[in-house]
């Protein structure tokens, strides 16, 4: 049997609440909040955590990792690499970005599900818009990771349709920071239509009516076409899937695959879930969950994560994507990173892999050809300390480096069963961290130079439902 057998979700920590946008702009903004990703995040990071996440504990090794974004981190070079460097994925396992729209993850899924071996589907997006616009009111930032393959499968595809049309309903050229979109009836024109016809050829396809359907998920970035497919449906009442955009907006193209994980959660098993997709066209698919779901829910609970106390301020959220330009640091810009060094040390720079003593078992953070300890030379063991938890040792708050997201928060970690590192903090409150507080690492972005991204490793505090 061939279908899904895991899944991991990634919603960052911070939130824009929506009153703020209407108080300082003075337009109306709605309620509730948007996940926002922090000035050090991006659809490659995101990806990387999400993805983290599914394969915690999975039983299998992808053979191809496909990412999909409407926002890459990178043109020109493939963003696929730098997810599959951080999850220390073998040389033997392909890495490729379907990029550019909100469908790619509709294909993203289709390819994993086609694929002959385990393969891993990544869905990422970071949605801006213009101040005051409804892609900033509305949009949302996460990403949702999908291993797909044979065995004990908490869920497997028994039907799927898709239609595909041409029509202008959003659009961005390249260069450009934010989409354009049409007027929202003519989205609706084109996109209901199409949901409905591809919903019904799917439940057809599987053998089901619209009554047996337990969880129908609508998604798509036009919120209107939505609401009108999922009411015309057919489906009961209680199997409507809330959409969560109330408390962390349309996250584009991974939004499909998170209300899916988020439904996993929850659902029993020999469960009927159907997935529409609305986005230049209608994909449809329709899952069975098994009795496998109850014992392999992840760690990374989707409806944890919505629960974040975070908040950002909105002249911090229009700093972050670029609106309103700061003052710099009054010292030399920072050096791009070198790629021989970094190709050098790809190991330790993405995979965050330390080195273990063969002789006496100290442990080594960054790897070390000579132990600290015995001082034995070369007799070390590669060891992956990315997913080690460890306490804070010591700590500083820095005011005067410059960051996106001032005061710095340096900390000195000490990872259970050995190895002392030396990292900047994220998502954390300065005034509430304490020594001996517990933090994870994260996949970051430390710093951009030369039109370059330092990706990296950092800590963060350890939150129910992260990781």
Not at 220 to 240: C, I, M
Request: charged fraction near 25%; glycine fraction near 10%; hydrophobic fraction near 40%.
């Amino acid at each position: 049997m061939r279908g899904l057998l895991a899944c991991g979700a990634y919603v960052p920590y911070a939130r824009l609440d929506r009153t703020s946008v209407a108080e300082a702009l003075g337009v109306p903004a709605g309620s509730g909040t948007r996940a926002v990703a922090s000035y050090d995040e991006d659809t490659t990071s995101m990806g990387v955590e999400a993805a983290r996440a599914a394969l915690r504990g999975a039983r299998a090794t992808p053979e191809v990792l496909y990412f999909a974004t409407s926002d890459p981190a990178y043109l020109d070079k493939t963003n696929a690499t730098a997810i599959h460097a951080a999850l220390d994925l073998p040389p033997s396992t392909m890495a490729v970005d379907m990029g550019g729209a909100v469908r790619s993850a509709a294909g993203v899924l289709r390819a994993a599900l086609d694929a002959r071996g385990p393969a891993l589907a990544v869905l990422s997006d970071l949605r801006t818009g213009l101040p005051g616009g409804a892609d900033e009111r509305e949009g949302g930032d996460a990403a949702v990771a999908l291993l797909l393959g044979e065995g004990d499968v908490l869920a497997e595809p028994i039907g799927h349709a898709s239609l595909t049309a041409e029509f202008l309903d959003r659009w961005r050229v390249p260069g450009e920071s934010y989409s354009r979109q049409w007027e929202e009836r003519f989205g609706e024109f084109a996109y209901v239509p199409l949901g409905e016809r591809a919903l019904i050829d799917a439940l057809k396809e599987a053998g089901v009516t619209a009554q047996a359907v337990d969880h129908l998920i609508v998604a798509g970035p036009h919120g209107r076409s939505n609401k009108r497919v999922a009411a015309s449906a057919g489906v009961r009442k209680e199997a409507l899937v809330d959409d969560r955009t109330g408390v962390i907006g349309n996250t584009g193209a991974a939004h499909a695959g998170l209300l899916l994980a988020d439904v996993l959660d929850r659902a029993r098993p020999d469960q009927v879930v159907a997935v529409v997709s609305l986005a230049d066209g209608a994909d449809v698919t329709i899952w069975r969950t098994t009795a496998a779901l109850g014992a392999r829910r992840g760690r990374g609970a989707v409806a944890a994560q919505l629960a974040s106390p975070g908040r950002v301020a909105y002249a911090t959220f229009l700093t972050w994507r670029g609106f309103i330009r700061r003052e710099p640091p009054r010292r030399p810009d920072p050096q791009p990173p070198d790629a021989p060094a970094a190709a050098r040390a790809e190991a330790w720079k993405y995979a965050f892999t330390g080195s273990r003593c063969q002789a006496c078992g100290a442990r080594h953070v960054p790897p070390q050809r000579v132990c600290v300890k015995c001082h034995a030379i070369d007799r070390m063991a590669p060891e992956r300390m990315s997913d080690v938890p460890a306490s804070i040792a010591t700590f500083t708050v820095d005011r005067l480096a410059y960051s996106m997201s001032p005061p710095v928060v340096v900390a000195v970690v000490d990872f259970e069963g050995g190895g002392r590192f030396q990292c900047e903090m994220t998502d954390v409150d300065p005034k509430s961290v304490k020594i001996g507080d517990r933090v994870e690492l994260t996949f970051r972005r430390l710093y951009t130079a030369g039109g370059i991204y330092n990706y990296f490793w950092k800590a963060r505090p350890i939150r129910g439902g992260q990781g």
